[in-house]
T-cell receptor
Framework: GAGVSQSPSNKVTEKGKDVELRCDPISGHTALYWYRQSLGQGLEFLIYFQGNSAPDKSGLPSDRFSAERTGGSVSTLTIQRTQQEDSAVYLC????????????FGPGTRLTVL | QKEVEQNSGPLSVPEGAIASLNCTYSDRGSQSFFWYRQYSGKSPELIMFIYSNGDKEDGRFTAQLNKASQYVSLLIRDSQPSDSATYLCAVNGDYKLSFGAGTTVTVRA
């Protein structure tokens, strides 16, 4: 079946603009995760969804970051008033709902803030 | 102390040799352990997962877990040039994954 898809694959924006990143998980995966990978920082967790609820938002770096999920499927990560330090690859992963299950990653969105 | 630590690279091995990658973790409550392979410019690809103490083999890959020592490793046998990549150790104690910094492996022909 199809894997996790993300769009856009690349996004270049100007400092201060808002951006929306989209993730479409593997069919049947009710758990969805957002991570961020930047040079020198490794891969860091941002937020976790189970269905449409987000039990863990602990990794969101500031209140400029928000995410939602609708219909238990597609998720959108929104970054308001982007800053240069937001430049990174944003990765989405999905899994079955059980604790500790394997997570499969999408291709990522490379965000560049000028 | 970082939650997940991997042996520093880069690691260079000749084609056909065994590549050995190590990872330690700090949270004793961790339940599941993963190895991801990441090619340059690509997203992480799951290659192995292990939940119980001992060894788990899948083709040329063997994962080893020792929960008492909080240690997990990955062996790549008969290394091929296509194995050249960064390998990420990931640990899951709840729902989110905690990643190590990665070890870059280069297999030289």
């Amino acid at each position: 079946g199809a894997g996790v898809s993300q769009s856009p694959s690349n996004k270049v924006t100007e400092k201060g603009k808002d951006v929306e990143l989209r993730c479409d998980p593997i069919s049947g995966h009710t758990a969805l995760y957002w991570y961020r990978q930047s040079l020198g920082q490794g891969l860091e967790f941002l937020i976790y969804f189970q269905g449409n609820s987000a039990p863990d938002k602990s990794g969101l770096p500031s209140d400029r970051f928000s995410a939602e999920r609708t219909g238990g499927s597609v998720s959108t990560l929104t970054i308001q008033r982007t800053q240069q330090e937001d430049s990174a690859v944003y990765l989405c992963a999905s899994s079955f709902p059980d604790r500790g299950r394997e997570q499969f990653f999408g291709p990522g969105t490379r965000l560049t803030v000028l | 102390q970082k939650e997940v630590e991997q042996n520093s690279g880069p690691l260079s091995v000749p084609e056909g040799a065994i590549a050995s990658l190590n990872c330690t973790y700090s949270d004793r409550g961790s339940q599941s352990f993963f190895w991801y392979r990441q090619y340059s410019g690509k997203s992480p690809e799951l290659i192995m997962f292990i939940y119980s103490n001992g060894d788990k083999e899948d083709g040329r890959f063997t994962a080893q877990l020792n929960k008492a020592s909080q240690y997990v490793s990955l062996l790549i046998r008969d290394s091929q040039p296509s194995d050249s990549a960064t390998y990420l150790c990931a640990v899951n104690g709840d729902y989110k994954l905690s990643f190590g910094a990665g070890t870059t492996v280069t297999v030289r022909a």
